[in-house]
Structure formats: structure tokens, C-alpha cells
Antibody
């Protein structure tokens, strides 16, 4: 069974940092590009960042560029999102998602909540 | 960024009746390979999103055939032929043609 399990969310002060992790299982992780998508409380979905199969290419939405860094460890089947200079606007559930070979996401984790507050 | 605009944002429907959601993109979504990467996701309350439709009109495995997607150019739609209680949730269109991939605002489907 394909499974994505996020962790690392929690409460962080404005201006602080946090690292999210996503553990993948049930498929050959190294063959798929991976993404982070977020959803602010009661709001819609936003693509945050993406990474190619070998980590050689990374992509960011403008609102996180320079503050967030996506990475992966194919030997451990792990995806990461290092987040810095966090603001209240970054407060959201962060989902890990697998990129399907057709411009889409075909599998999502359950999400991890990031709360930014003093 | 490509803007995806959905309408309506709220859709009260009677059980057994049809429902339709529109999604308009701010630019054409044909990729260089000739495909149009428009998708539809369902998010039930308290759950992660689930893909229903990919590449405009292809239904995912396990998705009931009462769901259908159509469209071209900049206008796309999701139709539910007969709404059932389990269809309650928020529906999002999404384009995967150009980075950043972008979503519509979401349409909340509820039972009247």
C-alpha cells in the first residue's frame, strides 16, 4: 500500500524555523518527483515546493522562495522541507504529495500542522 | 502564475440531482507534449484531498462513474450526475501544466 506520513509540525514563533519530514513506503520512492502542498485553516490548497527524482531540480512558489528548502534522501525514502523566517501567513497543514506522471498528485499524506504564534 | 477560478463557491444540491462545477484558467493549459493537465480533487471533511479526474476527463480507479470531467482551452467542468450523501465536501480544480501548479478556490458541495 502506498503511504506518505508527514511529521515535524508544531508551534513555532514568528521568524523561527522548522523542518518537516515525509516518510514514504509502498512504492519505489526514487522514481517519483515529490511535492509539498499546504492548506491554511479553513482555506484552499497551495503548491509550495517540488523536487525531482534525484533531487537535482527543485521548484518553489514565489511566496516561499529564499525561505524554504526542499530535499530528499532516496536511501531512506524520505522527503524534507526546511522552513525559515516563518510568519503567520505560513500557518497551515502541510501535505506531502507524490507527483503522478500526468501533471498531478496521485497520493497524499495526512498532513502535519504548522502553527506560527508568539 | 496561472489563476484557476471556480464557480460556484458553494453548491447546495438535492440528493439524486445533478451538480456541475466550472473552472476557468487565466491562460491556455496545453503542455508542450499536447496534453492538458487539468485535474479535479475531492476533499471530504477532515480528510486529505483525493484525486477524481486527471488530464481533463480521465477518471481515477475506484471513482464512481457519476463523476465526469470535460473541457478544453481555458474552460473546464466537473459534473456529478446524481449527488449522493458521500459526495459532500470541497472540490478543487488544479492545473499541472505550468509551475507553480495552482488550484481553484474550491467549491463546497452540501446537501440541501
Amino acid at each position: 500500500e502506498v503511504q506518505l506520513v508527514e511529521s515535524g509540525g508544531g508551534l513555532v514563533q514568528p521568524g523561527g524555523s522548522l523542518r518537516l519530514s515525509c516518510a514514504a513506503s509502498g512504492f519505489t520512492f526514487s522514481k517519483y518527483s515529490m511535492h509539498w502542498v499546504r492548506q491554511a485553516p479553513g482555506k484552499g490548497l497551495e503548491s509550495v515546493s517540488a523536487i525531482s527524482t534525484n533531487g537535482g531540480s527543485t521548484y518553489y512558489s514565489n511566496f516561499v522562495k529564499g525561505r524554504f528548502s526542499i530535499s530528499r534522501d532516496n536511501s531512506k525514502n524520505m522527503l524534507y522541507l526546511q522552513m525559515g523566517s516563518l510568519g503567520v501567513e505560513d500557518m497551515a497543514v502541510y501535505f506531502c504529495a507524490r507527483e503522478a506522471p500526468n501533471g498531478s498528485y496521485d497520493c497524499w499524506g495526512q498532513g502535519t500542522l504548522v502553527t506560527v504564534s508568539s | 502564475d496561472v489563476a484557476m477560478t471556480q464557480s460556484p463557491l458553494s453548491l447546495p444540491v438535492t440528493l439524486g440531482q445533478p451538480a456541475s462545477i466550472s473552472c476557468r484558467s487565466s491562460q491556455g493549459l496545453v503542455f508542450s507534449d499536447g496534453n492538458t493537465y487539468v485535474n479535479w480533487f475531492q476533499q471530504r471533511p477532515g480528510q486529505s484531498p483525493r484525486r477524481l479526474i486527471y488530464k481533463v476527463s480521465n477518471r481515477d480507479s475506484g471513482v464512481p462513474d457519476r463523476f465526469s470531467g470535460s473541457g478544453s482551452g481555458t474552460d473546464f467542468s466537473l459534473k456529478i450526475s446524481r449527488v449522493e450523501a458521500e459526495d459532500v465536501g470541497v472540490y478543487y480544480c488544479m492545473q499541472g501544466t505550468q509551475w507553480p501548479w495552482t488550484f481553484g478556490q474550491g467549491t463546497k458541495v452540501e446537501i440541501k
